[in-house]
C-alpha cells in the first residue's frame, strides 16, 4: 500500500503564487508517474499537471501552462506543484496521485484513476 499526503494550500489572492508538495511512500518512487487533479464545487476532477518517472517528462493542461510548474526530487519521494498568477478559476481540492505501475508514460496520467493511489487532497482558495 502506497500513502500519498498532499500539503501546501492554502487562501491566497489572485496574482499570488503557491507550491503543493506531495510525499508518496514506498522504495520504488523513482519509477512512479505522479500527477496532480483538481477539484472545484460542483465540477468533476480534471488533469492539471503530470510528471515521468525520471522527470525527463511533463504534462500541463491548457488551463495552466505557463503559469504551474511540476518536478520531483526522488530522493525525497517529492513531487512538486509551483503555482503561480494565481486566478479564482484556480480554486479547488488539489490531490496528489501516483500510478505506482513501473515506468508507465506520464501522458496517459488520468486515464486510468483506478489504478492510482491517492492523497487526501489539500484546499486552495484563490480570491478576486
Known amino acids: 500500500q502506497v500513502r500519498v499526503v498532499e500539503s501546501g494550500g492554502g487562501l491566497v489572492q489572485a496574482g499570488d503564487s503557491l507550491r503543493l508538495s506531495c510525499t508518496a511512500s514506498g522504495p520504488n518512487f523513482s519509477t512512479y508517474a505522479m500527477g496532480w487533479f483538481r477539484q472545484a464545487p460542483g465540477k468533476e476532477r480534471e488533469f492539471v499537471s503530470a510528471?515521468?518517472?525520471?522527470?525527463?517528462?511533463?504534462y500541463y493542461a491548457d488551463s495552466v501552462k505557463g503559469r504551474f510548474s511540476i518536478w520531483r526530487d526522488n530522493a525525497k519521494n517529492t513531487v512538486f506543484l509551483q503555482m503561480n498568477n494565481l486566478k479564482p478559476e484556480d480554486t479547488a481540492v488539489y490531490y496528489c496521485a501516483a500510478d505506482t505501475r513501473p515506468f508507465t508514460n506520464a501522458q496517459n496520467m488520468g486515464v486510468s484513476p483506478e489504478e492510482y493511489f491517492w492523497g487526501q487532497g489539500t484546499q486552495v482558495t484563490v480570491s478576486s
Open positions: 510528471i515521468s518517472w525520471s522527470a525527463g517528462n511533463t
